[in-house]
T-cell receptor, first 107, second 114 residues
Framework: RKEVEQDPGPFNVPEGATVAFNCTYS??????FFWYRQDCRKEPKLLMS???SGNEDGRFTAQLNRASQYISLLIRDSKLSDSATYLC????????FGAGTTVTVRA | DAGVIQSPRHEVTEMGQEVTLRCKPI?????LFWYRQTMMRGLELLIY????????DSGMPEDRFSAKMPNASFSTLKIQPSEPRDSAVYFC????????????FGPGTRLTVT
């Protein structure tokens, strides 16, 4: 079983829509959780950390459910520039990356 | 400020040849990571260094792969001999420490082995 699993998508949504997706992780001892963003043919970049109580960063909301071992990301009022692959990342003593969920926002 | 620098950006080589990928981490960062990304396997950690010392190389696929970090500002990942299944994008990343969750990735080296 992979350490971090994500629905690869793609999620195709119109501008202004809300899109949400999850990832699951297998190691209950995981300590920290993050979402990274990767644009096509570019390097991954940190989008936001995920805290136990849930957290927002502008139009992005991340949530963690430790009991069920999943993390979610919600994007409100999506923009064309949100089109990217979103990597779920889990840290125990090193970062483990999911394969990514591709989001395409269309005009 | 310069980010993580990798060279070459693209490499095409024939099976059996030696390939050397280079990385210069962000100045002041003590941890350096080498990743490989393919469509099939996603982003995989190959090896990481802390203060120039290899800490975990369990992700290195086999003995054909080796990595060095002779000083704080330079690291290499070598594949010898290369095989077509090594074709991938190889990323180098650095962070302040291994405990720091934000890793800064270089632009990657796109390797094609024919």
């Amino acid at each position: 079983r992979k350490e971090v699993e994500q629905d690869p998508g793609p999620f195709n949504v119109p501008e202004g829509a809300t899109v949400a997706f999850n990832c699951t992780y297998s190691n209950s001892a995981s300590q920290s959780f993050f979402w990274y963003r990767q644009d096509c043919r570019k390097e991954p970049k940190l989008l936001m950390s995920v805290y136990s109580s849930g957290n927002e960063d502008g139009r992005f909301t991340a949530q963690l459910n430790r009991a069920s071992q999943y993390i979610s990301l919600l994007i409100r009022d999506s923009k064309l520039s949100d089109s990217a692959t979103y990597l779920c990342v889990v840290k125990q003593y090193k970062l483990s990356f999911g394969a990514g969920t591709t989001v395409t926002v269309r005009a | 400020d310069a980010g993580v620098i990798q060279s070459p950006r693209h490499e095409v080589t024939e099976m059996g040849q030696e390939v050397t990928l280079r990385c210069k981490p962000i100045s002041g960062h003590n941890s350096l990571f080498w990743y490989r990304q393919t469509m099939m396997r996603g982003l995989e950690l190959l090896i990481y260094f802390n203060n120039n010392v290899p800490i975990d190389d369990s992700g290195m696929p086999e003995d054909r792969f080796s990595a060095k970090m002779p000083n704080a500002s330079f690291s290499t990942l070598k594949i010898q001999p290369s095989e077509p299944r090594d074709s991938a994008v190889y990323f180098c990343a650095s962070s302040l420490t291994t405990g720091t969750y934000e890793q800064y990735f270089g632009p990657g080296t796109r390797l094609t082995v024919t």
